[in-house]
């Protein structure tokens, strides 16, 4: 392991440390460890003019401790770069440490600095005397006059020395903050410190060392751990994916602890006996719930699988049913109430005779109030105007949202950093001829949790992703424009209805996005694709995701073997969509959607057919699998009708146009 130094393989060299060329090393160590060369927002590392490059801070409380390095502050570059070209570079789990402290050897000063050492009981000034670099740990002596602020009375200079004692005046170098020194001799160390305090706090796991070691530990783990901390510090990850992180991380924490308890214990154990066969199966309990618990980690650091997958979690919204009174609500939203405006609503909406019974009023210049102030069965009338809100519409109960006009004179602006928009659960919830308008979010522009939603005749400007249709949750959307999406348009999630009938979806990263439903624990989701614009996406129009399955590697070899050869199609690609939608269809449908199937669609458009074959054959390998999950279980006859859970899909009059991948594609994981 000596061999692997900072100058062996896959780790840029760093000049040897010496105090005698110390000043060689902070010109020639600090622009390759700290930044681009052609940075212009840093002058990290630059030697033009004396001192130290990096700023400092006051420490907290009310003893007069000096002021220590600034160093918490450091992009995700800065962090990168160091982790990957210096410290780390290609080394397995268990090598980080030594790789670490060869790093630690290069650059730390090993004496004649102070630093303040902070625990969760006290802060005390401490001198270091030296390093021991192998052991990531410095040696320390109390700094003269004694300076601590503690928790407890209790630590007194006597209580110090002696604590310092049964240590062996040995303290872990991430519990120390460097005092600040503006000559710049001590910048490297300031940094190497945070470095190491940095990692060990945020990307290390107790458990890595025991991963496999067959593989770069920077790419599987560094890198993915650290995005995913600096996207949390950008605001860029759902607040509820963040706690189930947290949530997942402290569970794994806990229960491998317990697991190196139980191991230990039978590690020390001589006999054969019946406790230590209780405590082995205990051990391989634990040892499951660790492993499924780490993968749920893994697919939340990896950035593009958190969104493909995302969290089944909602906020639990509470409906309030019908009012005490019983009586049903119409709430005009204004921002300022014009004589000639109130003749048109009373005229248009709120005549008695149109309802046939005497309608009660309330009025609101916001419309985010109006929500909150619904009942089972209100409705909310949005007059014109720009409305900016500060808050989530969370729709617990079914609702009418109307706007009153056109649905670009009728704009619901959400300013201020927040993970949603609009949230349903309602049992039926309508929302019409309104334009939502994103900005600065986590989460899509409308999430439907639980219920039916229906949008008809919006624009939907969005800023993350659209639309999410979560599992057992229903959407009818028509008439509507949505774009500007970061992610999907649309993302369907497994078990849910989508019916999409005369919309136009662009300018997002995907157009419709359909999430794995493969899984036994999933239902195949209900599809209606009618009369849609796909146009100008940056990726593919629609996409499946799925996982790999043994079928698709044996088609990709038969594929090859024959030369990629392609199904059979008409010019128009007519024939195979009808005969699908023939296969496919029940015979009960809806009557607006009968409308659209006696109407007579005189263009076919290229990818309906792609699409419906390709959701089809899926549909048709989760009936195989279930089949094959019965087989295993016993049961050798199975009733097709009750277990069938063909996918109904109608992809019919569909265009696709300039979108960046094509109209259809599959993601396989």
Request: aromatic fraction near 8%; charge should be negative; proline fraction near 4%.
């Amino acid at each position: 392991m000596a061999e692997l130094g900072l100058q062996g393989e896959g780790r840029a060299p760093l000049p040897a440390l010496g105090s005698a060329g110390l000043q060689e090393r902070a010109e020639e160590v600090k622009p390759d460890l700290l930044q681009e060369d052609d940075d212009p927002c840093s002058d990290y590392g630059s030697r033009d003019k004396p001192g130290t490059a990096l700023g400092r801070t006051v420490p907290d409380g009310n003893v007069p401790f000096p002021d220590i390095f600034h160093t918490d502050h450091l992009l995700f570059y800065e962090r990168f770069k160091a982790y990957q070209d210096y410290i780390l570079a290609d080394c397995k789990a268990s090598e980080v440490k030594e790789f670490t402290a060869e790093y630690l050897e290069k650059v730390l000063e090993p004496f004649g600095w102070q630093a303040v050492w902070r625990t969760n009981v006290f802060d005390v000034l401490v001198e270091v005397v030296d390093v021991e670099y192998s052991a990531l740990k410095a040696v320390v002596q109390l700094s003269e006059p004694f300076l601590c602020e503690s928790r407890d009375s209790t630590f007194t200079l006597e209580c110090m020395q002696e604590l310092l004692e049964l240590k062996e005046r040995q303290i872990p170098l991430q519990e120390l903050w460097v005092v600040y020194d503006e000559s710049g001799e001590f910048d490297q160390t300031a940094l190497a410190v945070e470095h190491v305090r940095f990692f060990y706090q945020c990307i290390w796991r107790t458990w890595d060392e025991e991963e496999e070691d067959d593989f770069d530990y920077f790419v599987r783990c560094v890198e993915p751990r650290l995005r995913l901390h600096y996207d949390i510090l950008e605001h860029r990850v759902p607040s509820g994916l963040i706690a189930d992180y947290q949530n997942y991380l402290s569970q794994c924490e806990e229960l491998y602890r317990n697991f190196l308890n139980v191991r230990n214990s039978i590690s020390s154990s001589d006999s054969d006996s019946e406790m230590e066969n209780v405590s082995m199966v205990e051990g391989l309990k634990l040892y499951e719930k660790i492993e499924h618990l780490k993968q749920k980690l893994k697919l939340i650091e990896n950035p593009l699988l958190r969104y493909v997958f995302g969290y089944q979690k909602y906020s639990g919204l509470q409906a309030k049913g019908l009012r005490p009174t019983g009586t049903k609500i119409i709430h005009v939203v204004s921002l300022t109430m014009m004589a000639s405006l109130l003749q048109s609503l009373i005229r248009d909406k709120l005549c008695p005779e149109s309802c046939g019974e005497e309608l009660e009023i309330q009025f609101h210049n916001d419309p985010l109030a109006a929500v909150n102030a619904c009942y089972e069965g209100d409705t909310v009338i949005i007059c014109p105007g720009h409305y900016v809100v500060d808050g989530v519409f969370c729709i617990a109960d079914s609702v009418e949202l109307e706007g009153y006009g056109l649905p670009d004179d009728i704009v619901i602006e959400k300013r201020g950093k927040g993970d949603n928009f609009v949230d349903c659960t309602g049992a039926n919830i309508r929302i019409s001829s309104l334009k939502l308008v994103q900005h600065d979010a986590v989460e899509g522009i409308l999430n439907v949790h639980h219920g039916k939603t229906t949008l008809e005749n919006c624009v939907l400007q969005c800023e993350t992703t659209g639309i999410t249709i979560r599992t057992s949750a229903e959407l009818l959307m028509k008439n509507s424009d949505l774009y500007g999406a970061k992610g999907a348009g649309v993302e369907i999630y497994p078990g849910s209805t989508c019916t999409l009938l005369d919309n136009g979806i662009h300018h997002c990263k995907e157009g419709i996005l359909i999430k794995n439903f493969l899984d036994e624990h999933y239902d195949i989701p209900k599809i209606t694709m009618v009369n849609n614009m796909i146009h100008n996406n940056e990726g593919y129009g629609v996409v499946l995701v799925r996982p790999t399955m043994p079928s698709d590697v044996k088609d990709a070899s038969a594929e090859r073997t024959k030369g990629n050869i392609q199904p059979t199609q008409s010019s128009d690609g007519t024939a195979c969509e009808e005969d699908f939608r023939q296969e496919q269809l029940p015979e009960c449908i809806t009557d607006e959607l009968e409308l659209y199937e006696q109407a007579k669609i005189s263009e076919q458009t290229k990818g309906n057919c792609e699409i419906a074959h390709e959701l089809g054959a899926t549909s048709a390998k989760k009936n195989q699998m279930h089949k094959k999950r019965l087989s295993e279980l016993g049961i050798t006859e199975a009733d097709d009708n009750l277990m069938s859970q063909e996918m109904f899909v109608s992809i019919v009059g569909n265009q696709f146009k300039w979108n960046g991948k094509g109209s259809f594609g599959t993601f396989l994981f």
